[in-house]
């Protein structure tokens, strides 16, 4: 039952617009980031910390996942990250389908994505899919729950993700097979070099699924479950081919540099929300990432450092809905190729006596293109285009001993942006941070912060003209003040490790973009809307005895829209669950015998949410159990591991009324091949 309310096909249309497009915006408040210069991380423990609070090394807390959890917990990137703390994905149901990551109730156009060091920016609107990338290609996730690293840049309103690339090791491959219900199957295979002066890993995968589940189906009378039949999940079908390389390597001078190629194709069924699937709708979509960058310690004198970065996109979408069953008929896409260079600068400087100084210069520069082309118009002739650069200037202060950090950080972006017989449009936004840290021991640690973030409309929304939805050039760009404070306790007691990570955040955005009504059929981007955001998120993670390793997290988000709409204002924010509980247990016995076993069981459960912003549709709370068992050969040669989810098999929906599976089933086969030490 998808709510308790009658649910018209208008409002459903509506909604699942809202949705897509990203209508309901809130900021998200973020612990900005501080220190510019790269330290040598600090761990709760020597080997194998339980919260890795700073893995770049430059005092930031950041949510990492990494390592054998990363790719023996999860399927998925968007499932290793949903289990970060404040993050949220967002499904549209089914193995291989499109999943979008939020973090503490801001929106996918808040949220930056990095690969590497370099940003994937979404010029055209369109949410960045984690479903594109391959998990086994990456070695590690992190998730910056606000402001991104001063040597990154920017700061985004509703934080960042940055996927880091798996290195090349000695020489060695692996081949992973998987099958599962619904007819999915799945095959990827990888390979790694390593040389005197450079390494690299190469790898490809095919992702398959039929995604024709059943589930109940609520015809529109919520108060009325006698008419609830059940149904099959028709034109749900996805294929994904895809690959990811890096190599990075040292020069004969002592420089760094690492070239990354991210491809993806995809093409699917667009089912549409339960309540009217579409029959005949279809997605495709060509994804081309190249990303080049390049590090040079001592550049112009003893202690500072040069880093430069070049990335460029290509993004091909297609949408075919001939017989209007998603809305008006349509056969059109987007092309988007764009590309940014950044260089960084860091130099040691002597700012207060007793302590440590560095300061950080960055410059960047951008352009991009996005072309639209709709056949049933006949309209391939409208172009935008967007032009920015930007600075940002940084300083970070660290006391005698290393205890107290303090990192202050300003920046300013100039973009132009402009689409034939429109005028063009014009934004200096600014942004700044203050970041606090407090490390009196290395078993606990207490840092604060308070910023101003920035983001700037994108393309579509300036200049977008599709029928349904009008562009708007005079919008400005989305701010938001926040403030954050959290602290991170360890502690070790032989048998029994335990780390908590606990922080809690405020946060107020004004000028937010949403789709106005302005007429029969036809919606307007907008500035009418401010928010406030406010919660917490609090992990526990503990070892006991090293057999049993179990994690405890939990989330509170609150959010309220302050719109100028009467009606919606004082509501909830929509597609933000208020809380959000996980549970996990591994058990890996010492267990005799050729083979390494490993046993695993989950608990996922969140609250009720409201799906539009008048809070009349609503989605029930819902809780997953999953389970799993592996074996693994002692000399790491091959693994089986059986998979299930959704234990209960309960009838669950997500982004917009979408309905997710019921129970699955999954099977994965690993085969790993060395030719030398790892």
């Not at 960045?128 to 840049?153: C, K, N, T, W, Y």
């Not at 990075?248 to 089912?271: P, Y």
Request: proline share 6%; glycine share 10%.
């Amino acid at each position: 039952m998808v709510s308790r309310c009658r649910i018209r096909p208008a409002l459903l249309w509506a909604v699942a617009a809202l949705a897509w497009c990203d209508a309901s915006v809130v900021c998200a408040a973020e612990l900005p980031v501080g220190p510019v210069v790269r330290l040598k991380p600090k761990s709760v423990r020597a080997t194998k910390p339980l919260l890795v609070e700073d893995p770049r090394g430059d005092g930031a807390p950041i949510a990492t996942v990494q390592g054998a959890r990363l790719r023996h917990a999860s399927r998925s990137v968007a499932e290793a990250a949903a289990e970060l703390p404040g993050a949220h994905a967002l499904q549209t149901g089914g193995p291989a389908s499109a999943a979008l990551l939020t973090v503490r109730g801001g929106t996918t156009d808040q949220m930056a994505v990095f690969l590497g060091d370099s940003p994937l920016p979404n010029w055209d609107g369109a949410a960045f899919d984690l479903a594109d990338v391959p998990l086994f290609a990456l070695d590690r996730l992190e998730l910056h729950r606000g402001a991104v690293s001063a040597d990154l840049g920017g700061q985004p309103i509703g934080g960042a993700l940055r996927l880091v690339p798996r290195p090349g090791r000695a020489s060695e491959a692996d081949v992973r097979a998987d099958a599962g219900s619904f007819g999915s199957n799945g095959l990827e295979a990888g390979a790694s070099r390593r040389a005197d002066r450079w390494r690299g890993f190469a790898g490809a995968r095919w992702l398959r699924s039929r995604g024709d589940f059943d589930y109940l189906l609520d015809p529109g009378t919520a108060f009325d479950p006698s008419d609830d039949r059940p149904a099959v999940r028709a034109n749900n079908d996805v294929m994904r081919v895809g690959g990811l390389a890096h190599v990075d390597g040292r020069s004969a001078s002592g420089a760094t540099w690492a070239a990354t190629w991210l491809g993806a194709w995809l093409d699917q069924g667009l089912a549409g929300p339960a309540l009217l699937q579409a029959r005949s709708a279809r997605y495709a979509r060509n994804r081309q990432v190249g990303v080049v960058a390049g590090r040079a310690d001592d550049f112009w004198a003893t202690g500072d450092a040069l880093a430069w970065s070049i990335g460029g996109s290509w993004l091909d979408n297609t949408v075919a809905d001939p017989l209007g069953e998603l809305g008006p008929a349509r056969h059109d896409g987007t092309r988007t190729a764009g590309a940014v260079a950044a260089a960084t600068w860091t130099s040691p400087a002597q700012l207060l006596a007793g302590g440590e100084a560095t300061v950080l210069g960055r410059v960047e520069t951008g352009a991009a293109q996005v072309s639209v082309r709709e056949k049933r118009t006949r309209n391939d002739g409208q172009h935008s285009t967007r032009a920015l650069g930007g600075g940002q200037l940084a300083a970070r202060w660290v006391g005698a001993g290393g205890k107290v950090q303090a990192t202050p950080s300003v920046g300013m972006q100039a973009v132009r942006s402009a689409v034939a017989d429109t005028g063009p449009a014009t934004a200096l936004p600014w942004h700044a941070s203050l970041h606090l840290r407090y490390s009196p021991t290395a078993t606990w640690t207490v840092s604060a912060a308070a910023r101003r973030a920035v983001r700037l409309p994108n393309l579509h929304e300036l200049f977008a003209d599709t029928g349904a939805v009008a562009g708007n050039p005079a919008l400005r760009p989305e701010t938001a003040a926040s403030a954050d404070l959290g602290a991170t306790v360890a502690s070790d007691h032989g048998r029994l490790r335990w780390a908590v990570d606990a922080r809690g955040f405020a946060a107020h955005a004004s000028d937010l973009i949403q789709l106005v009504q302005v007429g029969p059929h036809r919606a307007r981007w907008q500035n009418t809307a401010a928010a406030t955001s406010w919660g917490g998120e609090a992990t526990l993670r503990a070892t006991v005895a090293t057999a049993w390793q179990m994690t405890l997290q939990h989330a509170t988000l609150i959010a309220r829209d302050h719109s100028q709409r009467e009606l919606y204002r004082g509501r909830a924010l929509p597609l933000r669950p208020r809380s959000k509980w996980l549970a996990e247990a591994r058990w890996t016995p010492d267990a005799p015998g050729p083979l390494a076993p490993e046993l695993w069981a989950a608990w996922h459960w969140q609250s009720a949410y409201y799906l539009d912003a008048a809070n009349e549709v609503a989605l029930p709370a819902r809780a997953l159990w999953s389970a799993g068992v592996q074996a693994a050969s002692r000399d790491g040669v091959a693994s089986a591991a059986l998979r299930i989810d959704n234990l209960a098999g309960a009838r669950n929906f997500d982004l917009v009324g979408w309905p997710l599976p019921g129970r699955s089933v999954w099977l994965t086969v690993t085969w790993h091949l060395a030719a030398g030490g790892s």
